[in-house]
């Protein structure tokens, strides 16, 4: 497995484009099934779970090619609904075929895609909403782990949501688009990227209002056409190098920001001390000052200030000047940088009551051997190394490469010292 090597103490100074993002690329590239036509889509982020969502569309007889960032997807022609265990296994975003596939073909196979290291991440929500649509889900084996679902048609119907699934929402309105009837979603999950999921199918001639709030009405068409569609940047890439920065006492701009995506957690950066000057789709990040600690910073689904930037938090919260709290709202187990930041000497406790993490600050961190366990962990890991006195070597890697393009590149051209290894350090 691949690590990353970094040289902690440069302040990061310079300009950076920040890349597509990864999660309006992965619904929309699933929701490409739903045309029989072809897509072009442009902005899109050269990152492995793109990548593996490619392989499962051209499993599925799809056709796939890059220029650039830019990828054409034509799904004229689809030969199978079965979408390979092996694809699950590698990454559950593969569940988003669900919804695609059953609007499309009336039929899906699908391995239950597993957990992860941040949580079970069961699809009960995706499964009880799409079964009120007429669609019958059957397991194919007695492990129950491969799903058949099927259907004569789907029905439009209204589905209430407990909690508002980003995934579930984005499934159920794949599933309901070319559906007879009219589906309601209520207490659908409002996040950017499932605006950005209604708006390539509002484009492509699906009928969809409600798009940004936590009540969705989609009313079934008969066909999609192609469309050419530019995704926006990643808010979360873009959360991250804005907290690298902070947290380095740098000062940068960063272009093509997607700054409407990003107000809570702009804010709670500016918590901490940093300043963020916004303009257009730029914003300019510098601080000068010891991070001020947070008293509680709480995840909450979307316009609350997301999950995926928790990680990020913390390890410049460990920096803090005083005691800080964070109450991970979203996920069981999203704490496992918490021992690879004691390695490197945070000072973290964990409370099982509330999912808390309470950190006080110490003046430095050093560096230090340390695993990435997910996507966003690793990439934290990297904020903290970069302010780590001496050098910081962050394991299996590859995890972080589902997620950023090229995350030493970028951070590379803003003076760090960081580099790419092929292989782990013993
Ligand atoms: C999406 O995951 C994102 N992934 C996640 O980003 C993000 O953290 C999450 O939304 C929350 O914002 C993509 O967009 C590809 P959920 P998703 O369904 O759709 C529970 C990253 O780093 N739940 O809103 O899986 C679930 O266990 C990733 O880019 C059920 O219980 O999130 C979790 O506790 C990590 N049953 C909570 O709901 C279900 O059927 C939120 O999950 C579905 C979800």
Same mark, same amino acid.
């Given at each position: ?134 669609? &019958?889900?059957?397991?194919?084996? !007695?492990? *129950?782990? %491969?799903?058949? $679902? ?5 029905? =439009?119907?209204? #589905? ?24 309601? &979603?209520?207490?659908?999950?409002? !996040?950017? *990227?499932? %605006?950005?999921? $209604? ?5 492509? =001639?699906?009928? #969809? ?218």
């Amino acid at each position: 497995m691949s690590s990353i090597e970094v040289i902690g103490g440069e302040q990061l100074k310079g300009e950076l484009k920040i890349q597509g993002s990864k999660n309006a690329a992965l619904p929309i590239i699933a929701a490409t099934i739903l045309n029989k036509g072809t897509t072009v889509l442009k902005n899109c982020p050269k990152i492995l779970d793109v990548f593996y969502m490619v392989e499962i569309l051209r499993s599925l007889g799809c056709i796939a090619t890059w220029d650039g960032n830019t990828l054409y997807i034509d799904s004229t022609t689809v030969t199978s609904t079965k979408v390979s265990d092996d694809s699950v296994q590698k990454m559950r975003s593969s569940i988003y075929f669900l919804g695609a596939l059953i609007g499309r073909c009336h039929e899906v196979t699908i391995a239950y895609p597993g957990g992860c290291s941040i949580g079970k991440r069961p699809i009960d929500f995706h499964l009880n909403a799409i079964k009120k649509m007429n669609v &019958i889900q059957e397991f194919e084996d !007695e492990e *129950e782990t %491969i799903l058949h $679902c099927y259907t004569s048609g789907i029905t =439009g119907n209204d #589905i209430f949501f407990d909690f508002p699934s980003v995934g579930a929402t984005q499934n159920v309105i794949m599933a309901a688009v070319l559906s007879t009837g009219t589906t309601r &979603i209520f207490n659908a999950a409002r !996040e950017p *990227e499932v %605006i950005e999921l $209604c708006d390539y199918l509002i484009e492509a =001639g699906a009928r #969809i209002c409600g798009k940004g709030s936590a009540y969705l009405q989609v009313e079934g068409v008969k066909n999609l056409n192609g469309v050419e569609f530019t995704l926006s940047s990643d808010r979360i890439v873009a959360g991250t190098y804005m907290t690298a920065i902070a947290a380095t006492y740098g000062e940068a701009l960063l272009t093509d920001v997607p700054l409407k995506n990003l107000d809570s957690t702009i804010r709670i950066l500016r918590k901490t001390g940093c300043n963020i000057d916004i303009s257009n789709d730029n914003c300019k990040i510098s601080s000068v000052r010891r991070p001020l600690p947070i008293e509680l910073l709480k995840t909450q689904p979307y316009p609350g200030f997301p999950t995926d930037m928790q990680s990020q938090l913390m390890s410049i919260l460990c920096l803090a000047d005083g005691k800080s709290t964070i109450m991970e709202g979203i996920f069981e187990s999203r704490y496992q940088n918490v021992p690879e930041l004691v390695k490197m000497g945070a000072d973290i406790e964990l409370e099982a009551i509330g999912n808390k993490a309470i950190i006080t600050g110490v003046k430095h961190l050093h560096g230090a051997i340390v695993d990435a366990h997910d996507l966003r962990g690793g990439a934290a890991l990297v904020i903290a190394a970069l302010t780590a006195q001496g050098t910081t070597v962050i394991r299996e890697a590859t995890s972080v490469e589902r997620g950023y393009e090229d995350i030493c590149r970028d951070l590379n051209s803003l003076g760090a010292n960081i580099r790419f290894c092929s292989e782990n350090v013993a």
